[in-house]
């Protein structure tokens, strides 16, 4: 009986040992990384956050690299609050647990991680740089490193307007758009007449004052007075557009044209798809759910009229306004890039944009190859693409854009003037240096 | 204190007795050393420094908290902090109110004791876009009052700290009263009851039976609730402010632990300006609950 209890004893031993030696084998054959997406408004359209999370299209695309790479898996965090992801990301670096790939805001977003940012400056071949926009956006301007690969959508903003309410109001914006803020002005008092609410946003996060505001301001004031007030060569309190601007889009407000709730709601895009509203101050990834929601026939989209005086016109904001940055602390560089590039290779920017219908990034695809019909809102928004300034709040420097971002909504409330947002602005400056 | 120091009186028996509690509560010591008192001590030092979150960690002095005081920052934030406390003595009055109710069994007791806790197990942000909805300026609260012909009164409640920080208070103790009540009614469980009945017998109304009776004899368990209570409405009305108002608009209804997380990981890179903004918060809780704890004694000494 010893004699098998032994035998049996050394066979399992033996068996374990192989087994351990197999694992770990296969462990260090496995190549991991880690990836946060920004579940807000990229690669997660709201519609998908209805479903199980591997129906969504970047649960899809990660199994597509894993099949395609065997060996490597790829593990998908959802950072739920995004603007909290940058220092979120940070804080990781710090701690030595940054994720590989982060998908995070391009711009001063990404300048201020530079420090915890691979430089992936060698690493771009010379097709992607060509075939893809917005390198300027990932680019340090400091040190003219690349810091990332721009993501699939080329945002565009504009007015999203219900075409109904507007034909019911005598108005027709597909022919005859409102060009100035005059007009704009005169368009939105007949809507109100009418008994219909011309403008809403959910605005307790400056949205509109991103979207549309900016390109007022940077439209009146250009990027380089922008830059030198964020550098403090210049003031703020001097920069004439910016009060302008601003001045504008307060007006909006006062005038009943904004909806009254706009610093406390957080349901103007659901009005809007009720049709209860006729316009909303809003960016490229929510035409689709508008259409779904209203008829793509009762859909338009409306470039920013521009305001007297101004430098720049019929242009709009808009550029990619997010990126995949790599850490420079990932023990898979190649890897990470690897992946990055995947996702934004031709085929897999095809595949996403079937899923939401947004403008490419890579030049390379057209609206014909996305299936966009000549006159819809998608073809638009392409045509709109190539008229955009990149994102003005994403160009401002850290020291003034959290300000920028929490006191516009008081300007909006009368709590502050234009000017005491701007004397602010100055401070911010003066403190940070 | 003897030459022999604090154990110098005990003898052999229980000295090892003591040794031995000592080991007993070291590692639990340990462990709150580590996760509470290192924090708080880099913190401290990380006041004094301009850092950024990650390299950028100069000695800059007291600038940090120049900046908060001298802005008017720090008095604004610490405005809205007070105001919240006004739910302290609300949630427990009303908590100790409920809680002799529920002692008494009036009819449904048991169904109301799980009334009242329900708002605790409900998650504080789906609370806050409950009450934003419910004070909307299209929300149900201005409905009725459309419909009872006071327009006037339908405002935008969350657009101004004048309405919006009522609001928030009447949602704190809307939430808390549960808590309250739970640990009111555990306190008054060491309350023998003849002294209820003996109450009744001599004709104690329900009031009198509240405030002489039940009152006096849970002096500590109140004051617990009333120190928990300033602690929570200082470190820990986040989710609320977050889904109401974000602290908006601007900082109108910001307050000191939001104000901590809006500088160090929303908007901006001022870790170093946050840390200072935490120390000030940690001394106003400290100095705030020795008051509770002195008033506390004193009432002791009184009643109890």
């Known amino acids: 009986m010893k004699k098998v209890l032994s035998i049996v004893l050394a066979v399992a031993m033996v068996l374990g040992l192989c087994l351990v030696g197999t694992g770990c084998a296969k462990k260090e054959e496995e190549k991991k990384l880690t990836i946060w997406i920004n579940g807000n408004d990229s690669y997660i359209a709201p519609a998908e956050q209805e479903k199980s999370q591997d129906q969504w299209y970047i649960s899809q695309a990660i199994k597509r690299f894993e099949e395609a790479n065997p060996g490597v898996k790829v593990e998908l965090i959802v950072q739920a609050d995004t603007e909290a992801a940058h220092q979120q990301f940070k804080a990781d670096a710090l701690a030595n647990t940054a994720p590989d790939i982060a998908n995070l805001w391009t711009g001063q977003n990404i300048y201020a991680l530079e420090d915890v940012l691979l430089d992936i400056t060698s690493m771009v071949p010379q097709s992607d740089k060509d075939n893809i926009s917005g390198w300027d956006a990932v680019t340090s301007p400091k040190t003219g490193a690349i810091l990332g690969y721009p993501t699939a959508d080329n945002q565009v903003c504009y007015f999203l307007y219900n075409r109904q309410i507007i034909n019911d109001c005598g108005l027709d914006f597909d022919n005859n758009p409102p060009k100035t803020t005059e007009e704009f002005d005169a368009a939105m008092q007949i809507i109100k007449d009418k008994g219909y609410q011309p403008l809403a946003q959910d605005e307790g996060f400056p949205w509109f004052g991103c979207y549309i505001g900016a390109y007022w301001w940077v439209s009146c004031s250009t990027y380089p007075t922008i830059i030198s007030d964020c550098e403090g060569t210049t003031k703020f309190v001097d920069d004439e557009g910016l009060k302008k601007a601003y001045s504008y889009y307060k007006s909006t407000f006062d005038n009943g044209y904004l909806n009254a709730d706009a610093l406390t709601c957080a349901d103007s895009f659901n009005k809007f798809c009720q049709g209860k509203v006729a316009m909303m101050p809003q960016e490229s990834s929510v035409v689709q759910d508008a259409e779904a929601a209203l008829g793509a026939e009762n859909v338009g989209l409306l470039m920013p009229p521009d305001l007297p005086g101004s430098v720049i016109t019929g242009k709009t904001i808009g550029g990619p306004g997010q990126c995949f940055v790599i850490s420079k602390q990932t023990k898979n560089p190649e890897l990470a890039l690897k992946f990055v590039q995947f996702m934004d290779s031709k085929d897999e920017m095809l595949n996403f944009l079937k899923v939401q219908p947004k403008v490419p990034t890579r030049k390379d695809i057209t609206a014909a190859d996305l299936g966009y019909a000549a006159g819809s809102n998608q073809a638009k928004l392409v045509e709109m693409s190539a008229n955009t300034i990149y994102w003005v709040d994403n160009s401002l420097y850290p020291s003034v854009s959290g300000d920028f971002y929490a006191l516009l909504p008081s300007v909006l409330a009368g709590k502050m003037t234009v000017e005491e947002f701007a004397a602010q602005l100055d401070t911010d400056v003066a403190n940070a240096k | ?304």
């Open chain 2, 1 to 304: 204190m003897s030459k022999k120091g604090a154990f110098g009186a005990l003898s052999p028996q229980e000295l090892k007795k003591a040794k031995i509690a000592y080991l007993c509560v070291l590692p639990a010591l340990l462990v709150l050393v580590l996760v509470r008192a290192y924090p708080i001590i880099v913190v401290f030092l990380k006041s004094f420094t301009n850092w950024d979150g990650l390299f950028a960690n100069d000695f800059v002095g007291l600038d940090n908290y120049k900046l908060l005081f001298g802005s008017g920052m720090f008095w604004n934030l610490f405005r809205n902090n007070m105001y919240l406390l006004l739910s302290v003595p609300l949630q427990v009055i009303i908590g100790l109110i409920v809680a002799v109710l529920l002692y008494e069994h009036v009819p449904g007791w048991k169904a109301f004791r799980a009334i009242y806790y329900v708002p605790q197990i409900i998650s504080l942000v789906i609370l806050g876009y409950l009450f934003k909805t419910m004070f909307g300026l299209e929300g149900p609260l201005n409905q009725v009052l459309r419909s009872a012909g006071l327009e006037n009164l339908a405002v935008d409640w969350l657009l101004n700290r004048e309405t919006a920080l009522p609001v928030m208070v009447f949602c704190v103790t809307w939430y808390s009263i549960g808590w309250q009540t739970i640990v009111i009614l555990g306190g008054m469980s060491s309350i023998d009851t003849s002294v209820f009945e003996a109450a009744r017998l001599d004709g104690a109304n329900f009031w009198q039976r509240t405030f002489k009776i039940v009152l006096p004899m849970i002096v500590s368990i109140i004051t617990y609730c009333v120190v928990m209570a300033v602690i929570w409405t200082f470190t820990s009305l986040f989710p609320l402010i977050y889904s109401m108002t974000d602290g908006g608009p601007g900082f109108e209804t910001m307050t000191l632990d939001y104000f901590i997380y809006n500088k160090a990981f929303q908007r901006g890179n001022q870790l170093g300006y946050a840390c200072s903004a935490s120390v000030v918060l940690l001394i106003i809780v400290l100095i705030i609950t020795a008051i509770e704890m002195r008033i506390s004694d004193a009432a002791e000494e009184k009643w109890g």
